[in-house]
């Protein structure tokens, strides 16, 4: 993903006419020339409230690139409160229906996402299933925040899906960013626990150690015998998993979580003191 910059009077008090900064976006590559197209970017985003038509003329240009750019520039990204949102989200779906270009409804996606508006639902929910993964991507990037069970079961689908990144940002969504805890959601989680990327298995482990899952026990277990110490110690996935355990441990007095937190200790991953004392909790009394 690529790196935002950082709001301030750099991008506000820019010198540059709206057509010179568009003339550098449409020349660059948004993946590749990460500073020549979102600096530019960033700025026309904070010149909305002027440029409004504009950009919505951009937006039906039969240049594909101007598309894009105009998708981008609605979504406001980058700009925390966001101007005339309403309007913005309109143009977008407006610009659903005749579009075809996966690279323009990757920015679509991505700019519906960016406003948290209750009418992306249908499109993004539509757009996890899009033929291209990049759409895919962007999309599923965006399925939460929203209360709509409809999204959670877009979630759910994509988990499986064979493209990796939508695999990934789905398990992190449904694992990390959604509240919702049904046996469906941990069932999903629980089966990217045997996927082939540790990213992947690493979410789906954090995920059903938020839900005080105890089938989290074997897979957390085997991650740990699959690398040196000083490798998990540094996995930030890792330590988040501990501390949905030892919370969830400390809360229960569970013995099922003794072998995890035993090698949570030995490993020295997690707070020291927490995980012991949870451990403490979780250990039957000798008679």
């Not at 008090?13 to 568009?22: A, G, I, K, N, V």
């Not at 026309?44 to 750019?69: F, G, K």
């Not at 409160?81 to 913005?88: D, L």
């Not at 991650?223 to 501390?243: F, G, H, I, Q």
Request: aromatic share 4%.
């Amino acid at each position: 993903m690529n790196s935002q910059p950082n709001p301030g009077s750099e991008f506000r008090d820019d010198p540059r006419s709206t057509d010179e900064l568009l003339a550098l976006a449409l020349a660059s590559d948004p993946d590749r020339d990460d500073e020549g197209y979102w600096k530019p970017i960033a700025i026309l985003q904070r010149r909305l409230p002027w440029i409004l038509n504009e950009v919505q003329a951009l937006s039906r240009s039969t240049d594909l690139r101007c598309r894009e750019a105009a998708a981008t520039i609605l979504g406001q990204g980058w700009v925390g409160e966001k101007f005339a949102g309403p309007k913005c989200v309109g143009i977008l779906l407006q610009m659903l229906p005749v579009e075809s270009d996966p690279l323009v409804l990757a920015s679509i996606a991505s700019a519906l996402g960016s406003h948290r508006d209750a009418r992306a639902v249908e499109p993004l929910t539509r757009l996890s299933t899009h033929a291209d993964p990049k759409v895919r991507v962007a999309a599923v990037s965006n399925l939460y925040g929203y209360d709509d069970s409809r999204l959670i079961t877009a979630l759910v689908d994509r988990t499986s899906d064979p493209d990796r990144d939508v695999r990934n940002w789905a398990t992190f969504g449904l694992g990390s960013q959604v509240d919702a805890d049904t046996p469906v959601i941990r069932e999903a989680l629980l089966a990217r626990t045997e996927d082939e990327d540790a990213e992947i298995r690493g979410e789906a482990i954090v995920g059903l150690a938020r839900r005080g899952d105890v089938r989290v026990v074997a897979a957390l277990l085997k991650e740990l015998e699959s690398e040196e110490a000083d490798v998990l110690r540094k996995w930030v996935l890792m330590r988040d998993a501990a501390d949905e355990i030892v919370s969830h441990a400390s809360a229960t007095g569970s013995p099922e979580w003794t072998p995890v937190l035993t090698k949570l200790r030995e490993l020295e991953i997690g707070e020291a003191t927490a995980v012991c004392a949870a451990l403490d909790r979780c250990t039957p009394a000798a008679p």
